[in-house]
């Protein structure tokens, strides 16, 4: 009986393992969450809104090209998302009269500095980020 308890014990504590492997592997696996709150445009920092339609492949490849830079400065700059298919979004895109796949930059007082359109390499993305909020 005392080898089934302690077989049990190291059993357990591999599963816990496991689960907090797979917990901590699922976390860098999937992109960064971006929120879709347009009214923080021109509040404290600056923003990044990414014009975004899920079937459009311009507005995937900028998000995807985006990830690790929103990741490296998400406290620093608002990225944002202004999904067409939503009400806010298709709104936000209508008003600024842009194409899917396109960002915008503005300042932290909510001034438009940048237009990019159609998706680029992640290292031009930041090197973009960089000469417009710098």
Not at 33 to 43: A, E, F, Q, V
Not at 47 to 58: A, E, F, M
Not at 91 to 119: I, P, W
Request: proline content about 4%; charged content about 20%.
């Amino acid at each position: 009986m005392r080898f089934q308890q302690g077989a049990l014990k190291y059993n357990l504590i591999a599963v816990f393992l496991v689960i907090a492997g797979l917990v901590i592997l699922a976390g860098t696996l999937f992109p960064p969450s971006y929120s879709t709150d347009l009214s923080l445009i021109g509040k404290d920092k600056p923003s990044v809104v990414i014009v975004y339609d899920s079937d459009n492949l311009s507005s995937i490849q900028l998000v995807e090209s985006m990830n690790p830079i929103k990741l490296q400065l998400d406290g620093a700059i608002h990225f944002l998302l202004a999904d067409v298919n939503s009400p806010n979004g298709g709104a936000f895109q209508r008003s600024v009269g842009v194409h899917d796949g396109t960002a915008l930059f503005y300042s932290r007082t909510g001034e438009k500095l940048f237009e990019l359109n159609g998706s680029r390499e992640t290292n031009e993305l930041h090197s973009i980020i960089e000469r417009t909020f710098d």
